[in-house]
C-alpha cells in the first residue's frame, strides 16, 4: 500500500486532506508539525508522497523541505507544498528549497487528487 505523509497544522485541513487521499486507497500519516514528521521520518520507511503546508509553528515547510533533502537525502520523494501562500515568490521559493509541486489553498478537491495521482503513477 502506498504511503502518504501529510504535514499540516490545521486540524480541518488534515481531515479534508487525509479523507481525498483516503480514497485512493492510500496510507495517510499526519503530523501537525515540521518536528514531529522529521522524527518520524527518521525511524519509519519513506513515504511515497509528501504534502507539506508552508506556516507551522517551530518549523515551517520550507525549512522541513530542505532538511528532507539534505538531512535525510531523500531525493527521490515528492515534495507538494500546500499552503494559503500564493504569490509567485512563495511557489518559487518553495520548488527552489526541493519541492516538486505547489497548490494554493483553497483548492478544488479535483486539483489535490489529480496531484497525488500523477505523483503516486509515476
Known sequence: M???????DSKSEQLLISGLLKTLGVEVILFENGNLALEWLQNNPVPDLIFLDII?????????CRKIRT???LDTVPIVFCSTKGEEYD???????GGNA?????????????TAKDYLLA
Do not use: C, H
Not at 507551522?56 to 522541513?64: A, C, E, K, T, V
Not at 505547489?102 to 489529480?114: A, E, F, G, N, R
Open 2 to 8: 502506498k504511503r502518504i505523509l501529510v504535514v499540516e
Open 56 to 64: 507551522m509553528p517551530d518549523m515551517s515547510g520550507y525549512d522541513l
Open 71 to 73: 538531512e535525510l537525502n
Open 91 to 97: 511557489k518559487f521559493w518553495a520548488l527552489r528549497q
Open 102 to 114: 505547489y497548490i494554493t489553498k483553497p483548492y478544488s478537491p479535483s486539483d489535490l487528487m489529480k
